[in-house]
């Protein structure tokens, strides 16, 4: 059974029930993600042998998020203990015109005080053939940083296979940081996962007649955007995603997979989303997924956007779904009919 690695955040997810908004409520429902924590997951739920590496408070809300990804099969064992807080996130989904909202509060939190120390990367890469990072984890402070940096060399040193989803947020760090920092990770990356928004603001690389804020898109820009890329960094494949917002309530949903040599392009699904936090993660994971079991590209792509397509569906971080459902709906079964 093949082992996966990831590394990065889990933090405690605040949100409204449904959508109503912060300034309605009394209460919020409680659960845990983040975007290595759920790409865990996913390859747990697939079979994997799937691991999370991070650094979380020994009280009780640590152990807490521990619980919950042992739950699904995660290995938690080279987790480190310290610090004083799990990060925390509030979420209000949006619908139809109005856009989700997301609230970060995790400033200080465990993963924040992490050192190289921390982790025996030799130790965690025993056994393993794939570790998977974001640009969000490197984001978090110049240690996470380093951190990322240590382990994309022990992989290397090993013959892991590397993958990064870009993930670029602007509310934890610049434009200018974010190149690079990431600049300096990517060649050690053999599968980079991204989106339009992504490498035009972490590496300037835009895609030709397109505009995310109107739901279009143009293949012949995201195929340059991959080029430019590979080109750039050597990469073995480019996945980019290609979102069609056609409001927060309705989505289409595709991706592309570049070698090299080939584009491929997934059939595009019309979504109705009831919680999109996590599409990507539950991309990533797909991918890494058929990657990992030696998938032909266009499989690939085909496995790695059904699944993202399904998390779509799922309340929460975590993309519950099975390897045969996915399936299914690569193969064509997208009619909802109950299944008895």
Same mark, same amino acid.
């Given at each position: 059974?093949?082992?996966?690695?990831?590394?990065?955040?889990?933090?405690?997810?605040?949100?409204?029930?449904?959508?109503?908004?912060?300034?309605?409520?009394?209460?919020?429902?409680?659960?845990?993600?983040?975007?290595?924590?759920?790409?865990?997951?996913?390859?747990?739920?697939?079979?994997?042998?799937?691991?999370?590496?991070?650094?979380? %408070?020994?009280?009780?809300?640590?152990?807490?998020?521990?619980?919950?990804?042992? +739950?699904?099969?995660?290995?938690?064992?080279?987790?480190?203990?310290?610090?004083?807080?799990?990060?925390?996130?509030?979420?209000?989904?949006?619908?139809?015109?109005?856009?989700?909202?997301?609230?970060?509060?995790?400033?200080?939190?465990?993963?924040?005080?992490?050192?190289? &120390?921390?982790?025996?990367?030799?130790?965690?890469?025993?056994?393993?053939?794939?570790?998977?990072?974001?640009?969000?984890?490197?984001?978090?402070?110049?240690?996470?940083?380093?951190?990322?940096?240590?382990?994309?060399? &022990?992989?290397?040193?090993?013959?892991?296979?590397?993958?990064?989803?870009?993930?670029?947020?602007?509310?934890?760090?610049?434009?200018?940081?974010?190149?690079?920092?990431?600049?300096?990770?990517?060649?050690?990356?053999?599968?980079?996962?991204?989106?339009?928004?992504?490498?035009?603001?972490?590496?300037?690389?835009?895609?030709?007649?397109?505009?995310?804020?109107?739901?279009?898109?143009?293949?012949?820009?995201?195929?340059?955007?991959?080029?430019?890329?590979?080109?750039?960094?050597?990469?073995?494949?480019?996945?980019?995603?290609? +979102?069609?917002?056609?409001?927060?309530?309705?989505?289409?949903?595709?991706?592309?997979?570049?070698?090299?040599?080939?584009?491929?392009?997934?059939?595009?699904?019309?979504? +109705?989303?009831?919680?999109?936090?996590?599409?990507?993660?539950?991309?990533?994971?797909?991918?890494?997924?058929?990657?990992?079991?030696?998938?032909? %590209?266009?499989?690939?792509?085909?496995?790695?956007?059904?699944?993202?397509?399904?998390?779509?569906?799922?309340?929460?971080?975590?993309?519950?779904?099975?390897?045969?459902?996915?399936?299914?709906?690569?193969?064509?079964?997208?009619?909802?009919?109950?299944?008895?």
């Amino acid at each position: 059974m093949s082992k996966v690695v990831t590394f990065g955040e889990i933090m405690l997810r605040l949100a409204p029930d449904g959508y109503l908004r912060f300034n309605q409520v009394d209460h919020f429902q409680a659960t845990y993600g983040g975007g290595e924590a759920n790409v865990a997951v996913s390859l747990a739920n697939y079979g994997l042998e799937a691991e999370f590496v991070t650094k979380l %408070p020994t009280h009780d809300i640590g152990q807490a998020a521990i619980n919950d990804l042992r +739950r699904y099969g995660v290995e938690t064992k080279h987790i480190a203990r310290g610090g004083e807080r799990v990060g925390i996130y509030f979420l209000e989904k949006g619908a139809s015109q109005r856009p989700s909202k997301v609230i970060y509060d995790r400033a200080h939190s465990s993963i924040s005080t992490a050192t190289i &120390a921390d982790f025996n990367w030799d130790e965690i890469f025993e056994g393993a053939q794939w570790f998977h990072f974001t640009g969000i984890t490197p984001a978090l402070g110049d240690d996470a940083a380093a951190i990322c940096l240590e382990a994309c060399k &022990a992989a290397k040193a090993r013959g892991v296979k590397v993958s990064c989803d870009l993930n670029y947020r602007k509310k934890l760090w610049t434009r200018e940081k974010a190149g690079e920092v990431m600049a300096s990770l990517m060649e050690y990356v053999n599968v980079c996962i991204a989106n339009e928004e992504d490498a035009a603001d972490v590496f300037g690389i835009h895609a030709a007649d397109t505009d995310v804020t109107k739901g279009e898109v143009n293949h012949e820009g995201y195929k340059d955007v991959a080029k430019q890329l590979k080109d750039r960094f050597g990469f073995e494949y480019v996945a980019i995603t290609l +979102r069609e917002s056609i409001s927060a309530s309705d989505n289409n949903w595709a991706a592309m997979l570049y070698n090299g040599e080939d584009f491929f392009f997934s059939k595009k699904y019309a979504v +109705r989303i009831v919680d999109r936090v996590g599409g990507g993660d539950s991309f990533g994971g797909g991918l890494i997924y058929s990657l990992v079991n030696n998938y032909e %590209p266009q499989e690939a792509i085909e496995f790695a956007v059904a699944a993202s397509c399904l998390k779509h569906t799922i309340e929460g971080d975590f993309n519950r779904v099975s390897v045969a459902e996915v399936q299914a709906l690569a193969g064509g079964d997208g009619s909802g009919r109950v299944q008895r």
